[in-house]
């Protein structure tokens, strides 16, 4: 092999291998829709070197190219976060990049809207299973590098679901509340460290599949969520409050963003024009 196939080779070797890399590492979960994909495309817009992680590959290779193909850093690594095994084994391979900065767990969603009295326990166990045990397994196996960094953020991306109820969202609601309560304890738990954890708390955000997924590709029923409001909170409105969220100066720390559209005054209060 000559000198330049040598270089050919390594050339093409760091071009599939994921790098390392000296710009601040960013993972976010639940990267292959919605929410978590703009949360990539801001913070990897940002400067940082983002880990985009979901169930399925093919969206979020796609992603991490975009994002490559934008001049921004991307890696993409298939990640089911309610796999406590799985989340294990890619947290350690995460000491390839000199450090973890950021964590946003996003991954999670709705199943069902019914009430208490018919809701399907197997549906609200999934629900907590991703919500929380999924966000509890992530923020568990990257808090070691995150605290060694010197400067990490946890975000937990809850919902107003995570603080108020509504009829037929009981089964979701707990979940979030879960997931609020996750972050609100880690804050008092781990002050004095140099971790900050970010809640931020949506209303209604329409995006491609949230909907769909909760009423089991129901589309109609969907559509039905966010007919009328003039403007739902998009994912890249969201994403525009994370990656702001994150990028504030360390000592500066967003406990907990409510953030709706105009139209929606609470859980249960939307102006709807029909
Ligand atoms: P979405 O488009 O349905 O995105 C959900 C994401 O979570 C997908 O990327 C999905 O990817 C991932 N996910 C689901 N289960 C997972 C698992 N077990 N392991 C890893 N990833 C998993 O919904 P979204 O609207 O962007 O919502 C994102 C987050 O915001 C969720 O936590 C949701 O509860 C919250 N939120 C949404 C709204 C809203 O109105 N849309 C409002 C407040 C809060 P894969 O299927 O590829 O794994």
């Known amino acids: ?18 790098s390392a890399t000296d710009a601040p590492v960013a993972v976010v979960t639940g990267a292959s829709s919605g929410i978590g994909a703009a949360a990539a495309r801001r913070l990897a817009a940002a400067g940082y070197h983002v880990v985009a992680t979901a169930r399925r590959k093919d969206r979020i290779e796609a992603l991490a190219a975009e994002i490559e193909a934008a001049g921004h850093r991307a890696t993409a690594h ?8 799985a989340v294990d ?3 350690a391979g995460l000491d390839r990049f000199p450090a973890v900065n950021v964590l946003v767990n996003n991954a999670g969603g709705a199943l069902g809207a019914d009430p208490v009295a018919t809701g399907d326990p197997d549906e609200w166990r999934r629900m907590y299973e991703t919500n929380v045990i999924g966000t509890l397994h992530v923020t568990q196996a990257l808090l070691p590098a995150l605290t060694a960094s010197g400067d990490g953020t946890v975000l937990v991306l809850s919902s107003t679901a995570g603080l108020a ?4 969202g009981a089964g979701y609601v707990a979940a979030k509340h879960g997931a609020h309560v996750l972050a609100e304890t880690l804050r008092l738990e781990i002050v ?3 971790v900050r954890v970010i809640e931020i708390a949506p209303g209604m955000v329409k995006t491609e599949e949230f909907s769909t997924t909760r009423f089991h590709g129901d589309t109609e029923k969907a559509a039905k969520v966010y007919a009328g409001v003039a ?19 360390s000592h500066v720390n967003i406990d ?3 953030i709706r559209p105009r139209a ?4 249960t209060k939307v102006h709807r024009e029909l």
């Open 1 to 18: 092999m000559t000198d330049a196939d040598t270089t050919a080779a390594a050339a093409a070797d760091a071009a599939t291998a994921p």
């Open 78 to 85: 298939v990640l089911d976060v309610t796999d406590r095994a």
């Open 89 to 91: 084994a890619f947290a």
């Open 165 to 168: 109820t509504y009829e037929g």
């Open 192 to 194: 004095g460290t140099p």
């Open 231 to 249: 403007e739902p909170l998009t994912a890249d409105d969201v994403a525009d409050t994370i990656a702001w969220a994150v990028t504030r100066p």
């Open 256 to 258: 907990l963003l409510v």
């Open 264 to 267: 929606q005054a609470s859980n």
